[in-house]
């Protein structure tokens, strides 16, 4: 699992029918109690390269919400602390502001000082913190540990710390809040 899939996990806690569950962070970010999503959803977009020639692009944002009763959707990007790319990503939303009315960005909590930027641009930025839960390859225990720089074996006997042989298991502990 990568870190972004564990993300996913956790803001959506899909029930067995894949439904928004109990107590997913969507919930939080999205302002509503019964949100419907999509994850991954390609949209076409017209851009224009010059003043004449248009061509068509591809935009998918992470998750769209889509809140039932008001009809409204929210595109959703969600940026995680192993490939921050502050530039790239600030480009996506502003992609998907043409398509959306309502643009959201959630970004690690370590990487706080660039959510005024985001919100300098017009987009509600959520910061999401957690606890990483790393399986030791050798010996099977999970060691919870925060930030992206994987453990040392919490098993005594084991003491691995080769960076190859931990397996992205889980998280805990994970919260978002909105950056005011």
Known sequence: MTMHDE?????????????VGEG????KVAGNK????NLEEPRDYQTRDDAVN?????????????????????????ENDIHWDFG?????????KAQFDDVRV????????FASLYKNEGFRVYLWNAMRKWECLRCG???LKKGPVQPKCKNKKCGNT???????VGLKDADVEEFM
């Open 7 to 19: 993300l996913i996990l956790e803001l959506i806690k899909p029930n067995r029918h894949g439904e």
């Open 141 to 143: 225990a999970n060691t």
């Open 162 to 168: 080769s960076r190859n042989e931990f397996r992205l």
């Open 34 to 37: 019964n949100p419907k999503y």
């Open 24 to 27: 997913a962070l969507i919930i």
């Open 54 to 78: 248009r061509r068509w692009s591809l935009m998918t944002p992470d998750i769209t919400v889509t809140i039932p009763i008001e009809r409204r959707e929210i595109a959703i990007e969600l």
């Open 106 to 113: 959630i970004i690690p909590e370590g990487y706080k000082r």
């Open 88 to 96: 790239h990503s600030l480009r996506q939303v502003k992609k998907y």
